[in-house]
T-cell receptor, first 110, second 114 residues
């Protein structure tokens, strides 16, 4: 059965800290790994990763995929209170549907 | 570009009642998805449409859930009769094509079954 596991499930940091969120996956015929940010509404897209070892960056956020170890990380540097959200990782396999992890709830305190 | 629209935003019903949700995807997006997100969990795919045809409904509880996308644009998801465990946020998402595309999510419908 396809599955995605995220860790930690919850994280509390102070503004300015750097955080690393983890995502491991097991999906048949893997195609891509996606990261979403979810506040009190719909998930919003952050990154799609298909190739191993190529870092994607957007401002203070970056992500990388390791297809050998079936693993991805999402880094956030110089965190701000606006980064507080649930970060969802999803893997797309051969069936084309997205399998989501439970998410990491990040709280950034001032 | 307008995003994915969903209605209603909130719904409270009693168990054994029926409820329907509506989704209007981004214009021109051929693929539409319905997800169920229970509190503390990631979204779980219920059904995927390609135009007006069903691609995957393997996780749809077909004894009580049904969905349609008759003209390949708007979609409705129905629950009849509802159970307490159906309390969740129901998310609709769409993509331009089917494979390797970023899914864009609507605001969701929060359902509470009492």
């Amino acid at each position: 059965e396809d599955k995605v596991v995220q860790s930690p499930l919850s994280l509390v940091v102070h503004e300015g800290d750097t955080v690393t969120l983890n995502c491991s996956y097991e999906v048949t015929n893997f195609r891509s790994l996606l990261w979403y940010k979810q506040e009190k509404k719909a998930p919003t897209f952050l990154f799609m990763l298909t190739s191993s070892g190529i870092e994607k960056k957007s401002g203070r956020l970056s992500s990388i995929l390791d297809k050998k170890e079936l693993f991805s990380i999402l880094n956030i540097t110089a965190t701000q209170t606006g980064d507080s959200a649930v970060y969802l990782c999803a893997a797309q396999g051969g069936s084309e549907k997205l399998v989501f992890g439970k998410g990491t709830k990040l709280t950034v305190n001032p | 570009e307008a995003g994915v629209a969903q209605s209603p935003r909130y719904k409270i019903i009693e168990k054994r009642q029926s409820v329907a949700f509506w989704c209007n995807p981004i214009s021109g997006h051929a693929t539409l998805y319905w997800y169920q997100q229970i509190l503390g969990q990631g979204p779980k795919l219920l059904i995927q449409f390609q135009n007006n045809g069903v691609v995957d409904d393997s996780q749809l509880p077909k004894d009580r859930f049904s969905a349609e996308r008759l003209k390949g644009v708007d979609s409705t998801l129905k629950i009849q009769p509802a159970k307490l465990e159906d309390s969740a946020v129901y998310l609709c998402a769409s993509t331009l094509r089917r494979t390797g595309e970023t899914q864009y999510f609507g605001p969701g419908t929060r359902l509470l079954v009492l």
